[in-house]
Nanobody, 122 residues
Framework: QVQLVESGGGLVQAGGSLRVSCAAS????????MGWFRQAPGKEREFVAA????????TYAASVKGRFAMSRDNAKNTVYLQMSSLKPADTAVYYC???????????????WGQGTQVTVSS
């Protein structure tokens, strides 16, 4: 069982930057690929970014590629999502997720955090 706790959300102006974090429990963190998803009001949850268990492979949604960067620190059991050039359209609850396979994935996640709110004002 893996427990995920997100932090770092908040209010930021358009064009600004913000970093959200996700701390995971467990002793085999590097065995899990990790992902970030988001859900805006009235919309379905969508994939944002993912990273392999080793941290050597990443993939991003087209809408955030070049603006967001995902990383992980396996010694700290933590993943990060650095968000830059933020737009009001990025406003959403951001969720961290863990996949029992270390191979990067955009779906089929097994564990989910509670989410952290990111609001981008215009």
């Amino acid at each position: 069982q893996v427990q995920l706790v997100e932090s770092g959300g908040g209010l930021v102006q358009a064009g600004g930057s913000l970093r959200v974090s996700c701390a995971a429990s467990g002793r085999t963190f590097s065995g899990y690929s990790m992902g970030w998803f988001r859900q805006a009001p009235g919309k379905e949850r969508e994939f944002v970014a993912a990273i392999s268990g080793s941290g050597l492979s990443e993939t991003y949604a087209a809408s955030v590629k070049g603006r967001f960067a995902m990383s992980r620190d396996n010694a700290k059991n933590t993943v990060y999502l650095q968000m830059s050039s933020l737009k009001p359209a990025d406003t959403a609850v951001y969720y961290c997720a863990a996949n029992r396979s270390p191979v990067v994935s955009i779906d089929k996640y097994d564990y989910w955090g509670q989410g952290t709110q990111v609001t981008v004002s215009s």
